[in-house]
């Protein structure tokens, strides 16, 4: 049985500070591990994704990957209000399927 | 790039009706999509894979005679609700995927069955 399991939200940060969203996975085998972002009422957004372990930073996101410890993160800086949505994780298997977790609330106070 | 549309955005209706969701890859080629559902305050649950020229894989649970899914071009695959009830209400949500891994959602359909 593969799982996910996300932070438990909902996460609440100023606006400025740094947000922390932690991910595990059961599945060894999973390879690319990718971050979602998704508002209210609205699908899924892709954000980033990292295959090697260690970081990857994209403008004000970084993922960091730690396949031994099975444990995938996405640190945002400088969090602005628009970041407030939901971020799900999703690791990848062989089959192009993705994994979800139940995903984590943020919401960024002004 | 790696735009994916969905048509209708929403649509309401009525209990034992057929509704027709479309899903279309509109900047690139995707051998593959999925089609998910998602219910209010809850995780994206994977219903099916669609292969471009093959029959559908559905996921454990979900029924393939009422949720037909037809991948009939590289930009296109459907997805036919068939006589829907009021528990199919959902947001159904298609993804493309381009490259290995990257999937790409479309907008999603908001379906309402009275």
């Known amino acids: 049985q593969k799982e996910v399991e996300q932070n438990s939200g909902p996460l609440s940060v100023p606006e400025g500070a740094i947000a922390s969203l932690n991910c595990t996975y059961s599945d060894r085998g999973s390879q690319s591990f990718f971050w979602y972002r998704q508002y209210s009422g609205k699908s899924p957004e892709l954000i980033m994704f990292?295959?090697?372990?260690g970081d990857k930073e994209d403008g004000r996101f970084t993922a960091q990957l730690n396949k031994a410890s099975q444990y995938v993160s996405l640190l945002i800086r400088d969090s602005q209000p628009s970041d407030s949505a939901t971020y799900l994780c999703a690791p990848a298997t062989g089959a192009n399927n993705l994994f979800f977790g139940t995903g984590t609330r943020l919401t960024v106070i002004p | 790039g790696a735009v994916v549309s969905q048509h209708p955005s929403w649509v309401i209706c009525k209990s034992g009706t057929s509704v027709k969701i479309e899903c279309r890859s509109l900047d690139f080629q995707a051998t593959t999509m999925f089609w998910y559902r998602q219910f209010p305050k809850q995780s994206l649950m994977l219903m099916a894979t669609?292969?471009?020229?093959?029959?559908?894989?559905?996921e454990q649970g979900v029924e393939k005679d009422k949720f037909l899914i037809n991948h009939a071009s590289l930009t296109l695959s459907t997805l036919t609700v068939t006589s829907a009830h009021p528990e199919d209400s959902s947001f159904y949500i298609c993804s493309a995927v381009q490259g290995v891994h990257e999937q790409y959602f479309g907008p999603g359909t908001r379906l309402t069955v009275t």
């Open positions: 669609s292969n471009e020229g093959s029959k559908a894989t559905y």
């Open positions: 990292i295959y090697s372990n």
